[in-house]
């Protein structure tokens, strides 16, 4: 792990690092704030030396002006940047930007004191007649994966903590390929923290390496739920391949299997289709020659951002058949469930 200089005038980034040194991390003290990465030449080991790369740095207030993050949620927060694990499909690839290490932020005090500041103040839930009741909501999830982290950092529990002891109208949220939510159990988190867990059929997992076996992480979803906690599933990116009705069909019998006798359940429903931009595209096929991720034309249209950009989305037809198949099945299966979007 590297270290800036500024990041050890933090506690938190001298707790991060004492965790690192109980795991026997190697820890690089460097002199100054400056990342200079030493990377190879070659494209795929470049990738490969960033993605095991974490730096421990101090977000600057530039990062701790929260942004709108629709559907989702109020506003975005981040507990850090980047995340260890090589989904073929990953939306970091689209939004951020050089090589793919992980930093993680060592003014967590600082990020989580600033957000009283929006409290009412977002368009996505404060506004909403339909989601007013969930409060002002804080999406951590949209940089990094924070349960991925959470071994090293101790950042999602210290977040957790704060919205339990804060007596507002708010809602941390935080979705996850990864399982190991053992140290999250037991916080008093006043059911202001809702858990997802982001899942697609095993058949799948072979576009999500690094990342926890699915089986893994509706136990972790279920756990949280008899621990009190509000959850969710991310299904996404939801694929449209051969065999997906049969694939999907099975995934949610297992989460209805995995969430029975839950007592008070509130769980939520994210329906998010697989699309990619030409630029996260150019970035992903760099990154993964190999894989068989589908991200040809066929079946596929062209959509138009609010910000002018292009992204490439499945035709009307194939968004009418997964749209209708979710609806109905998670009727059925999951009837107690709350769709929030679909996209
Ligand atoms: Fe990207 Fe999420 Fe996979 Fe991490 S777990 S590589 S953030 S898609």
Same mark, same amino acid.
């Given at each position: 792990?590297?270290?800036? +200089?500024?990041?050890?005038? @933090?506690?938190?980034?001298?707790? !991060?690092?004492?965790?690192?040194?109980?795991?026997?991390?190697?820890?690089?003290?460097?002199?100054?704030? *400056?990342?200079?990465?030493?990377?190879?030449?070659?494209?795929?080991?470049?990738?490969?030396?960033?993605?095991?790369?974490?730096?421990?740095?101090?977000?600057?207030?530039?990062?701790?002006?929260?942004? %709108?993050?629709?559907?989702?949620?109020? =506003?975005?927060?981040?507990?850090?940047?980047?995340?260890?694990?090589?989904?073929?499909?990953?939306?970091?690839?689209?939004?951020?930007?050089? /090589?793919? !290490?992980?930093?993680?932020?060592?003014?967590?005090?600082?990020? #989580?004191?600033?957000?009283?500041?929006?409290?009412?103040?977002?368009?996505?839930?404060?506004?909403?007649?339909?989601?007013?009741?969930?409060?002002?909501?804080?999406?951590?999830?949209?940089?990094?994966?924070?349960?991925?982290?959470?071994?090293?950092?101790?950042? #999602?529990?210290?977040?957790?903590? +704060? @919205?339990?002891?804060?007596?507002? %109208?708010?809602?941390?949220?935080?979705?996850?390929?990864?399982?190991?939510?053992? %140290?999250?159990?037991?916080?008093?988190?006043?059911? *202001?923290? +809702?858990?997802?867990?982001?899942?697609?059929?095993?058949?799948?997992?072979?576009?999500?390496?690094?990342?926890?076996?699915?089986?893994?992480? #509706?136990?972790?979803?279920?756990?949280?739920?008899?621990?009190?906690? /509000? !959850?969710?599933?991310?299904?996404?990116?939801?694929?449209?391949?051969?065999? =997906?009705?049969?694939?999907?069909?099975?995934?949610?019998?297992?989460?209805?299997?995995?969430?029975?006798?839950?007592?008070?359940?509130?769980?939520?429903?994210?329906?998010?289709?697989? *699309? @990619?931009?030409?630029?996260?595209?150019?970035?992903?096929?760099? =990154?993964?020659?190999?894989?068989?991720?589908?991200?040809?034309?066929?079946?596929?249209?062209?959509?138009?951002?609010?910000?002018?950009?292009?992204?490439?989305?499945?035709?009307?037809?194939?968004?009418?058949?997964?749209?209708? @198949?979710?609806?109905? +099945?998670?009727?059925?299966?999951?009837?107690?469930? =709350?769709?929030?979007?679909?996209?």
């Amino acid at each position: 792990m590297l270290v800036t +200089r500024s990041a050890l005038t @933090f506690d938190h980034g001298r707790a !991060i690092i004492a965790r690192a040194e109980a795991q026997a991390v190697e820890i690089v003290l460097l002199n100054g704030d *400056r990342l200079a990465l030493d990377l190879p030449d070659d494209p795929r080991r470049a990738y490969a030396a960033a993605k095991s790369t974490v730096a421990l740095v101090v977000a600057p207030p530039s990062k701790r002006r929260l942004q %709108p993050i629709a559907p989702s949620a109020d =506003w975005r927060v981040d507990l850090a940047e980047g995340c260890p694990a090589h989904c073929s499909y990953c939306y970091l690839a689209g939004s951020l930007k050089g /090589p793919p !290490i992980t930093r993680v932020y060592a003014n967590l005090d600082e990020i #989580l004191d600033g957000l009283p500041a929006y409290v009412g103040q977002g368009s996505v839930t404060s506004r909403s007649r339909d989601r007013a009741h969930e409060g002002t909501t804080f999406e951590a999830s949209c940089y990094t994966d924070p349960l991925a982290l959470e071994p090293l950092t101790g950042s #999602l529990s210290t977040a957790i903590g +704060r @919205f339990g002891d804060w007596d507002a %109208p708010v809602q941390l949220r935080f979705t996850t390929k990864f399982a190991d939510v053992g %140290p999250l159990l037991g916080l008093d988190h006043r059911r *202001r923290t +809702r858990m997802r867990a982001s899942i697609n059929p095993t058949t799948f997992a072979r576009f999500e390496g690094g990342t926890a076996p699915v089986a893994a992480r #509706l136990k972790a979803l279920s756990d949280m739920a008899r621990a009190g906690y /509000p !959850i969710g599933l991310t299904i996404a990116p939801i694929i449209a391949a051969a065999g =997906w009705r049969e694939a999907y069909e099975a995934l949610l019998v297992d989460v209805a299997a995995a969430l029975t006798g839950v007592a008070d359940l509130d769980l939520t429903i994210e329906l998010i289709t697989h *699309r @990619f931009t030409p630029g996260s595209k150019a970035v992903l096929e760099s =990154w993964y020659p190999g894989s068989a991720l589908d991200m040809g034309m066929d079946g596929r249209t062209t959509k138009r951002t609010k910000f002018g950009s292009e992204k490439l989305v499945y035709d009307t037809p194939t968004m009418r058949s997964l749209r209708a @198949f979710f609806e109905e +099945r998670l009727a059925a299966l999951l009837p107690s469930a =709350w769709i929030l979007y679909w996209t």
